[in-house]
């Protein structure tokens, strides 16, 4: 969520409310946090299970104090996966401003080059350790929460529409990325090929839900973030046209009211349409095609910049969470005999509200599990 | 044919659907279309058609069989399979018009008797019945000239330049057409062919 | 209490040892104000943790770290139960100014001056914790969700109150034939397990049950509140959960639709009666239907009846037509729709009622004749397309919130009393478009819910739940979907928004882990989000007081009654410790006892204001804690630079930041003040909720009070400000800086 720019439908901030429980969990001496750490094993019962946990390397130790003496001393830069690679950033690197823990790490691929030595020179406190190696240990708990959250779908599988051949095709988590204030971009929306602000964008619902060949359920959440996006683009430019491309408009309960209003704007056009495809263009840039369900027109549509609505995946936890995972990889327990749940997007396609909602219930479940 | 599909009387009738679903292959898997235009968008051939695929499939639940059945989307579509790889419900979208063309041929529909598609298709048949091969040049001269000679006349002056072009590049050969060996045992394949139709057709409802 | 023994202690790590000298800094602490100070290169070190240790040990009980931000480190520098107070010299002086400047240096130092300031002035909070405090949840409502709430706040230990109104638990849900699936595949409609609910709540000995009552009355606060109920008794309880459901839209209304004209067209919940009776026949001859249309959105997404999608309905009535299916091959079964919404995994059960034959139109119902002809604006065919031969029409009509007690006569209260119920924010307010601006969009027209309220509680701002828009009493907050104004009271279900069996289910057991906080957190005294776990609170000086009634007006929590004699009375667990009380008070008798009026006045006036021969203006930034202070935080991570004439104190909510702060920081010289706060408003993003909105408020009539002090009303700037807003803050401090050089300086400095 740190990686999101807006919330719908209040278009505010994640950060702020991300702040709250930062610094709840920094308050707190009964939360323990491990990062760069994966489950490798859960074995046990209710109210007794091992938890076998993997922890990756950092290179930098707990006395890391964040001044940034590191990620200056070195030119080595690699890709930002906080950014969805769509920028570059030193190889020794706070992965964002809010990070938490407020701590450096070091990318692996530096390791073994001069680069490395230079950034170990550079830290006054002597806390970087080039050593460090996997561990493995194992925790002692009542009861587990997953709270694995998602992955974006690999848009490159959806191979109409291209987006490994076309730069000013990108995804909606590319989008959040390339519209926030501390985005590769600094906020500023622009076509990738040329980083000129785009005038005429298009969104594309669906891109890999709702589909057999892709991701058979809906991701629930991709309609609204859409109405959020053709905000940011109404945001920054008064001349630019939105057109989402949708099946259903799924805006549910009082988010009605969002799509609304967005599409109160008439520079912001619905189609109902799922675009069969996204042809280069003769500028190279695309143009999505497809069939105009209402109109039965058949268009093809030159767009600066085409934002696929691409849903959510869950963070694969087959085989290790210790509780049955349904045909697309939700984790759903079977029943209070077990002392496992699961909350947020690894119960199920969830927008914010409705994750902290579930995570609020299974906090509860776990509870009980341990009394 | 021993039945006819029922025909409707009011919008929406779902018997005429209902037999579609039933009996055309992949007419269950048609239950599933959720409209949402990936097929008629995929169609090279789109623009030539009346309805295209996703209109037509809606037609079937409106029940509009007469317009479904002599629409002309069921004889232009040329098999590339877009839509059916890219369908998101599974849909095997050319193939039910295929199946679709077949029930306008059997229930007599007149798009489907003087369609281009259908006198091409004669032609192809012809061919391969005759020879045992689809000999290019046989079945052009038979769809040039079903219409009468002088129309075949016309159309075979229209294809003048393409075909010399053709022979240029060594795709049309000039010598004679020539059978296949054994051509008792293609029609015995053809007439086993044409008995598992029957039998296919018979156990419709 | 032993008197206060302070230790300073710097660090001249992370580059501020380079930037400004520690040794003039040291000497603010022990010449300016005689405490005693130790430096150290890395202080969050061990071995400089270890200094401050052994000083603790020596004595010393409170203290000053002068070094990062105080949102790092937060875990090293927690020494047991000792206070510390931190000041920043990292993030917010040497990151984001340069080096070895004298303005640089006087930022650092006044810094120093303001900490030391604060650690005088403040004093811990102990815990106000008296008398008893219960430990029972009450349910409201025993329907579905309130079912839930009660078995699983049973399940954590806890003894549960339920109370239903109806003579018989089960609400709504009881009525249902089956429901949807909410586990794998998610194919079929699953048996109602309501039945078994009710069974396990009657048979759980921590759940006691009270049908046919309704909550009568309603006073005190999260631990202790008394209710009194429709029956004659009373009872203390700890927290609520109000689960009172959803009541179906009255198909009456939509008589373009057929309601009323003929017997066989009926509503969803009907239908759903007729499915648990048996099968399902028409009213007007007994026969079994051939032919049933679905209409999507009865009164739903409509702005002359229900503005929003009441979310469940498409997934109903994919189950009613299931059932229907099952029940007879033969039927043909039509759902009418405009967006067809099954969100999720319940994508699978729209997929299994398109396999079983059941038609979907897109299109827009226009009427319903009394011959039952549905008239389809076909938009897939793109014809106005008669249906005919209908036997059934089955209107999928939306949910309405039980966010009163419509059964019971509205009572009267004041005008000022029925606040809450109205809409708190526009969810159609235009966003913003560059240029010209969003086209308005006219909102449906809200009106007031009828009927009783809920909890009729005894509260100084009105009897009723505060209301959000149409009539839900939901929290604004994406993040934090439980935050509720008036604390301990968690609302769960349909009556919040609208959801189906399983989301309510879910969203039951949430409510109720809230409320078992909230009963946990007043036996400690502890404040609840978003200040969770503070201890310090209000306390009015009622000597002082003149009965102005600003504080009980304004708490944005409800938490300060007024007594008989009119004095301001606060409800200690209800308070979230915002200081927005504080903030209205206009004789400065409301503190709390680490953060007051005059220890922020006192903070204020440390610092030093240079004269204006010297060309070094000062404006002072209260900055919202939550979201400005972070940003200004990350300018200094991004190394973003910043004017070196601001100082900034960090502020509760800027709801607490009184008039009178402001005309003291002018009357001693500062040039100007920039209050840095979250969005008010529509999309406000106050924690607070009113906080940011009362303090821009109150400083729109800031111009007089500078008049009378003949200065420029400029002088004094609301900023809004958001967390993620570090790139955008240099320039918004520039402008105001700037600006402020054109006045010149204020001529109170030196006075």
């Known amino acids: 969520m740190a990686q999101l720019n807006r919330y719908f439908p209040k278009l505010c901030h994640p950060t702020c409310g991300l702040e709250i429980n930062f610094q709840r969990i920094r308050r707190n001496p009964k939360v323990k946090v491990f990062t760069l750490a994966s489950v490798a094993a859960v074995t046990g019962e209710r109210g007794d299970y091992t938890v076998t946990v993997r922890q990756a390397p950092r290179y930098v130790k707990a006395n890391c104090t964040a001044c940034g003496d590191c990620a200056r001393a070195t030119e080595m830069k690699v890709q930002n996966q906080f950014d969805y690679n769509l920028g570059k950033v030193s190889a020794a690197y706070l992965p964002h401003e809010m990070a938490f823990p407020m701590r450096y790490v070091i990318a692996p691929q530096v390791l073994g080059t001069p680069e490395a030595e230079r950034i170990k020179a550079a830290c006054k406190y002597d806390a970087v350790d080039l050593d460090e190696k996997e561990s493995t240990f194992d925790l002692h708990v009542g009861a587990i929460v997953w709270a694995t959250g998602w992955q974006p779908y690999d848009a490159a599988r959806i191979s109409p529409y291209r987006y490994a051949y076309l730069k000013d095709v990108i995804t909606n988590v590319e989008m959040e990325r390339l519209a926030a204030p501390n985005g590769p971009t600094q906020g500023k929306i622009v076509r990738p090929s040329d980083g000129v602000a785009p005038k005429k964008v298009a969104l594309i619902q669906c891109a890999g839900s709702r589909d057999y060949n892709h991701l058979e359920y809906c991701s629930r959440i991709c309609c609204l973030a859409s109405m959020k996006h053709a905000a940011y683009m109404r945001e920054q430019s008064a001349e630019a046209t939105v057109d989402i491309y949708y099946i259903d408009i799924r805006a549910h309960d009082k988010l009605e009211a969002f799509y609304r209003k967005v599409v109160n704007d008439p520079h912001v056009r619905l189609i109902k349409s799922k675009p069969a495809e996204i042809k280069i263009g003769p500028d190279g840039g695309p143009v999505v095609c497809g069939e105009n369900t209402i109109t039965r027109e058949i268009y093809a549509e030159p767009y600066d910049l085409v934002v696929l609505a691409t849903g959510m995946q869950p963070a694969g936890v087959e085989g290790v969470s210790g509780a049955p995972v349904d045909a697309y990889g939700f984790i759903v327990p079977e029943d209070e005999t077990q002392g496992i749940f699961s909350a947020g997007v690894a119960s199920g396609p969830l927008d914010v509200s409705m994750s902290v909602q579930s995570a609020t219930a299974a906090a509860l479940k776990a509870i009980q599990a341990i009394r | ?205 | 209490m032993s008197p206060k023994n302070t230790g300073v202690y710097l660090c001249s790590g992370c580059g501020i040892g380079d930037a400004v000298s520690m040794g003039s800094l040291e000497k603010i602490a022990t010449k300016e104000f005689k405490k005693s100070c130790k430096t150290n290169a890395c202080l969050c070190g061990e071995e400089g943790l270890e200094t401050i240790r052994a000083d603790l040990a020596g004595g010393v009980n409170q203290v000053v770290i002068a070094a990062c931000s105080p949102r790092a480190m937060t875990d090293r520098f927690r020494f047991n139960g000792t206070q510390v107070i931190r000041t920043n010299l990292r993030e917010q002086v040497v990151w984001s100014h340069p080096a070895n400047d004298e303005d640089t240096q006087m930022m650092a130092e006044d810094n120093i001056r303001i900490a030391i300031t604060e650690a005088a002035k403040s004093t811990p909070p102990e815990p106000k914790v008296e008398g008893e405090y219960s430990q029972v949840v009450l349910v409201v409502g025993g329907g579905h969700s309130g079912l839930t709430a009660a078995r699983e706040a049973s399940k954590a230990g806890y003894e549960v109150l339920l109370v239903e109104r109806a003579s018989q638990l089960g609400g709504m849900a009881a009525k249902w034939s089956k429901r949807m699936p909410v586990r794998p595949p998610y194919q079929d409609p699953q048996p109602n397990t309501v039945a078994t609910l009710v069974k396990a709540v009657e048979a759980d000995s921590r759940i006691t049950v009270k049908t046919g009552c309704t909550v009568a009355k309603t006073s005190g606060m999260p631990g202790r509140f008394t209710v009194e109920f429709s029956d004659g008794s009373s009872q203390t309880v700890g927290a609520f959960v109000v689960a009172t459901g959803w009541r179906p839209y009255d198909a009456r209304k939509l008589g373009h639709l057929g309601y009323g004209v003929s017997p066989d067209v009926v509503t969803n919940v009907e239908m759903e009666e007729m499915l648990a009776k048996g099968p399902v026949v028409r009213r007007s001859d007994g026969k079994a239907p051939g032919v049933v249309v679905f209409v999507q959105c009865a009164g739903s997404r409509d702005p002359n009846h229900l503005p929003y999608c009441s979310s469940v309905c498409c997934g109903v009535s994919i189950k009613q037509a299931l059932q229907l299916r099952e029940a007879d091959p033969q039927v043909m079964v039509y759902i009418v729709y405009e967006e067809l919404r099954t969100p999720g995994v319940a994508e699978e059960f729209y997929r299994t009622a398109q396999r079983s034959g059941v038609i979907f139109i897109k299109g827009t119902v226009k009427t319903v004749d009394a011959a039952l002809t549905v008239t389809v604006d076909d938009a897939m065919l793109q014809q106005e397309i008669p249906l005919s031969g209908v036997d059934m029409v089955v209107l999928a009509t939306g949910m309405v919130p039980n966010s009163t007690n419509v059964e019971a006569e509205a009572p009267e209260v004041e005008e000022e009393k029925l606040r809450p119920l109205k809409s708190d924010i526009n969810p159609y307010a235009p966003f913003a478009v560059a240029g010209t601006g969003a086209p308005p969009l006219t909102p449906p027209e809200e009106k007031l819910p009828e009927g009783a309220p809920l909890l009729n509680l005894q509260y100084r701002q009105g009897p009723h739940l505060p209301m959000l828009a149409h009539g839900f009493p939901d929290s604004h907050y994406i993040c934090f979907p439980y935050e509720t104004r008036r604390s301990g009271i968690y609302v769960a279900g349909p009556v919040r928004r609208p959801m189906d069996m399983g989301e309510a289910a879910e969203d039951a057991t949430g409510a109720t882990m809230k409320a078992i906080q909230a009963i946990h957190n007043a036996a400690y005294g502890l404040a609840l989000h978003p200040r969770a776990g503070d201890l310090s609170l209000p306390i009015i000086g009622l000597n002082q007081c003149t009965k102005c009634r600003r504080c009980t007006v304004e708490c944005p929590f409800g938490a300060i009654d007024e007594t008989d004699q009119g004095f301001p009375q606060v409800n200690s667990t209800r308070c979230r410790r915002c200081g927005t009380c504080m903030g209205a008070c206009p004789v400065r008798t409301i503190s709390f006892t680490n953060y007051t009026v005059d220890m922020l006045g006192s903070m204020i006036k440390a610092v030093n204001i240079p004269d204006e021969t010297e060309e070094k203006p000062r404006i002072l930034v209260l900055a919202c804690e939550n979201d400005a202070y972070p940003a200004l935080d990350m300018m200094g991570i991004a190394r973003h630079q910043f004017s070196a004439h601001i100082r900034i104190i960090p502020v509760r909510c800027l709801g607490s930041v009184s008039m009178l702060l402001i005309s003291d920081a002018l009357s001693v010289g500062y040039d100007g003040v920039m209050l840095m706060g979250c969005k008010p408003g529509d999309d406000y993003q106050c924690h607070f909720i009113k906080g940011s909105g009362i303090a821009k408020e109150r400083m729109s009539k800031v111009g007089d009070t500078l008049k009378s002090m003949a200065l420029e009303a400029e002088r004094v700037t609301v900023a809004e400000v958001s967390i993620a807003d570090s790139g955008r803050l240099p320039k918004v401090i520039q402008d105001f800086v700037e600006m402020l050089d054109t006045f010149g300086p204020n001529p109170f400095k030196g006075f």
Not at chain 2, 7 to 25: A, E, K, S
Not at chain 2, 159 to 166: L, Q, T, V
């Open chain 2, 1 to 205: 044919m021993t039945t006819m599909s029922p025909t409707p009387t009011r919008p929406y009738d779902l018997g005429f659907t209902r037999w579609v679903y039933q009996n055309i292959d992949g007419g269950d898997r048609m239950a599933l279309c959720m409209q949402c235009g990936v097929c008629s968008g995929s169609c090279p051939l789109s623009t030539t058609m009346d309805n295209g695929p996703r209109k037509t499939f809606m037609m079937i639940r409106a029940g509009m069989k007469d317009a479904v059945l002599k629409s002309d989307t069921l004889w232009n579509c040329v098999s590339c399979y877009n839509c059916v790889v890219r369908c998101p419900r599974h849909v095997p979208v050319a193939y039910i018009l295929h199946e679709l063309a077949t029930l306008a041929v059997r229930e007599g529909y007149a798009p489907a008797r003087t369609s281009e598609t259908n006198k091409f298709v004669k032609g192809f048949t012809w061919s391969f019945e005759t020879f045992g091969r689809t000999d290019e040049r046989i079945i052009s001269l038979f769809y040039y000239f079903q219409d009468g000679f002088v129309a075949g006349i016309k159309k075979l002056l229209a294809f003048k330049s393409i075909a010399f072009a053709f022979v240029k590049v060594g795709r049309l050969p000039l010598g004679l057409p020539h059978r296949i060996k054994n051509r008792g045992e293609l029609k015995k394949m053809l007439a086993a062919a044409a008995a598992i139709e029957a039998r296919h057709t018979a156990g419709r409802k």
